[in-house]
């Protein structure tokens, strides 16, 4: 059952849920609605430090905490729908993230739709792999993850570094992630009603924007179509209510068939990206989780010598 600080947000966020305009296709109108978004993520916690970087052709942020340990370094993906957000706006929800995995973390400044449609997107998330590794940094020590688009696009670069033949992350971890941008999972449908984040136009929108021409069951774009065969162990969480719900079961599906261990938690009464919310204790214990998982994975991966797919 959720808590009673999540059924008061609920209610709350769904009274101030900006409406979409009759025809949702200036991108303006689309930032406007995103930037909606990522304002309820709160305050940055004052324990993490952000630093500007370039790694050869991407720019992107890194994010340290305290307590993060040069041995684990997480990439991180944010949301947007392929047409808004940067690090800077995911800053407090990547700041939690990297304390609960003691992990520094890299979010890279990936180009946006529609100036630059896929896979864009996906071109310089695996850039941002290759940088890293061919600076010396341990597979075994990696590990991928995204919220919303992001999380989607994480699955995205995961299936490039694999099919480009080089060696596989530690893991990877995904928050409520968009991974059918054809929008065919039921869910889309049953909780239009109930996501206080989301609609069907902000998200049809968006991916017509990105796709551009492109079929929007290319795996590249809906990993949720993709083949997971030796993918690293995945962590997916989700809100039962959030129009994305079915998307993250879909990945756990696909995992399973190619026999990658998956855990996929589905959070009653949770919305999108419930985990950016820092009053809710449900985002505390996704967190907790999920940093859990990030630190066991690099731990499991550099033992078994980087071998990271069992």
């Known amino acids: 059952m959720p808590s009673w600080q999540s059924a008061f947000f609920d209610r709350f966020f769904r009274i101030s849920k900006p409406r979409p305009s009759d025809a949702v296709t200036d991108i303006v109108d689309l930032h406007r609605q995103y930037n909606y978004l990522t304002d309820r993520f709160g305050a940055v916690p004052g324990d993490t430090a952000f630093e500007t970087a370039t790694l050869g052709?991407?720019?992107?942020?890194w994010g340290r905490?305290?307590?993060?340990?040069?041995?684990?370094?997480?990439?991180?993906?944010?949301?947007?729908?392929?047409?808004?957000?940067?690090?800077?706006?995911?800053?407090?929800?990547?700041?939690?993230?990297?304390?609960?995995?003691?992990?520094?973390?890299?979010?890279?400044a990936y180009r946006l739709a529609p100036e630059f449609a896929f896979p864009a997107a996906v071109?310089?998330?695996?850039?941002?792999?290759?940088?890293?590794?061919?600076?010396?940094?341990a597979p075994s020590s990696i590990v991928l993850a995204g919220n919303g688009s992001g999380g989607g696009l994480a699955l995205s670069v995961l299936l490039a570094i694999r099919n480009a033949g080089l060696p596989m992350p530690a893991a990877l971890i995904a928050m409520s992630p968009w991974a059918d941008l054809s929008l065919s999972g039921w869910s889309v449908l049953q909780n239009a009603k109930n996501d206080t984040a989301l609609s069907w136009e902000l998200l049809f929108v968006s991916a017509r924007h990105y796709l551009k021409r492109n079929n929007p069951a290319d795996p590249y774009a809906s990993p949720a179509f993709a083949n997971f065969k030796g993918f690293p162990p995945l962590m997916v969480h989700a809100g039962s209510l959030e129009m994305l719900r079915d998307d993250a079961s879909r990945i756990g599906d696909r995992a399973a068939e190619a026999?990658?261990?998956?855990?996929?938690?589905?959070?009653?009464?949770?919305?999108?990206v419930f985990q950016a919310n820092p009053y809710v204790p449900e985002a505390r214990v996704s967190l907790q989780r999920l940093g859990q998982f990030v630190r066991s994975r690099i731990q499991a991966a550099t033992e078994n010598g980087g071998q990271t797919n069992g």
Do not use: K, W
């Open 57 to 61: 052709p991407v720019r992107g942020e």
């Open 65 to 108: 905490a305290d307590n993060s340990s040069p041995g684990r370094l997480i990439i991180f993906f944010h949301g947007g729908g392929y047409v808004s957000g940067s690090p800077e706006t995911h800053r407090a929800l990547i700041a939690r993230l990297a304390h609960a995995a003691e992990a520094s973390v890299f979010s890279p």
């Open 123 to 137: 071109r310089d998330g695996i850039d941002t792999y290759r940088q890293f590794v061919s600076r010396g940094v």
């Open 259 to 272: 026999g990658v261990p998956v855990s996929v938690e589905i959070y009653d009464g949770m919305q999108h």
